[in-house]
């Protein structure tokens, strides 16, 4: 069994390391990744064991007129079949003029490695639709628009699919996915315009849960997030989180490009949890804007009636 896990771990670094040396252009990012992994790896679909629910809304550089804003629609649920779990992610993305929707489908399936630790192995498969009209972009400062933009981009229809394993026991977690294997350009019916943007990242996270009952039963729970994303420099996430009273979530992470953030999470009861982070980035744009801003929302509904036999820290 050991040697299977050490052979896993080196099949995930050799893919990473693959992707490091590739090209391209970057996806959203979600900071509280901690409190649900889904939208990037689909083997963390159901789980849990309940049915749930969960919304994320995120504003980029507030101040900034049409800076990026993502929408995040997720569901998840566990099957008849304890091993299986399928899920649903809608995501929305909208920079400048430029909206990008993506429908995906999540599948996966438990292995247990001994009694103890557990390998979820997913499947995640769906399409995006992607608008940008051209023609309504004016140029500054004469606020003409601009002839060499001579038709939109309209993109019903661009299916991918992605990858995902999740190693894990009652108190840390192991991910590695890719949550888009194929390559999709965006193009126009024109030459001057083409982005090659549906493009691979992978995502290794981690997670470890230390619990102090005596502590009136706090939690500290550090995390990392590395995205190795074709052409642009690796990015990381470092992440300390600590849970009191088992009620509230308070963290910090500290983000590759000169970022910090502030995250926080509220368990009203055993099924209802609000999320918010505020990112603060001290580069060239901060001047400019007044933060980053991320709300998030989740439910869960006790369907099945299981028993439950881990608590919920990631």
């Known amino acids: ?19 490091i040396r590739s090209y391209g252009q970057a996806e959203p990012i979600h900071t509280q990744y901690m409190f649900n992994m889904q939208p990037i790896n689909p083997a963390y679909t159901g789980m849990w064991e309940k049915i749930g629910f969960s919304t994320l809304v995120r504003k980029q550089w507030a101040g900034i007129d049409r800076s ?9 649920s566990p099957t008849n079949n304890r091993n299986v779990g399928l899920g649903l992610n809608v995501a929305n993305d909208r920079y400048g003029l430029e909206n990008k929707l993506s429908i995906f489908g999540d599948y996966a399936y438990e292995i247990a490695l001994t009694p103890q630790t557990r390998l979820r192995l997913g ?9 940008n009209p051209l023609t309504q972009y004016e ?11 001579g038709a939109d981009v309209d993109l019903k229809f661009m299916p991918n699919f992605g990858l995902g394993a999740f190693l894990y026991e009652e108190n840390y ?3 590695l996915s890719i949550p888009k294997l194929l390559k999709n350009d965006y193009r126009a019916n024109i030459n001057n315009y083409n982005i090659e943007t549906e493009i691979q990242t992978i995502y290794l996270a981690a997670g470890y849960v230390f619990n102090f009952i005596t502590l009136n039963y706090m939690a500290f729970k550090p995390t990392m997030l590395v995205a190795a994303t074709r052409g642009l420099p690796l990015q990381y996430d470092l992440a300390a989180n600590v849970l009191l009273n088992e009620k509230f979530w308070l963290g910090l992470v500290l983000r590759s490009g000169n970022a910090l953030s502030f995250v926080s999470q509220w368990i009203m009861d055993n099924n209802l949890r609000l999320g918010f982070a ?9 001047p400019y804007q007044y933060g980053t801003y991320e709300v998030t929302l989740g439910f869960d509904i006790d369907f099945f009636g299981r028993s439950y036999i881990r608590e919920k820290y990631f």
């Open 173 to 175: 977690y192991v991910s």
């Open 139 to 149: 140029l500054y400062p004469d606020g003409e628009y601009d002839p060499a933009f």
């Open 278 to 286: 505020m990112d603060l980035t001290y580069n060239e744009i901060f």
């Open 1 to 19: 069994m050991k040697n299977l896990i050490r052979q896993t771990s080196l099949v995930g670094v050799l893919i990473f390391i693959f992707f």
């Open 123 to 131: 499947l995640k498969a769906g399409f995006i639709n992607y608008k």
């Open 68 to 76: 990026p804003l993502t929408q995040v629609f997720s569901f998840h």
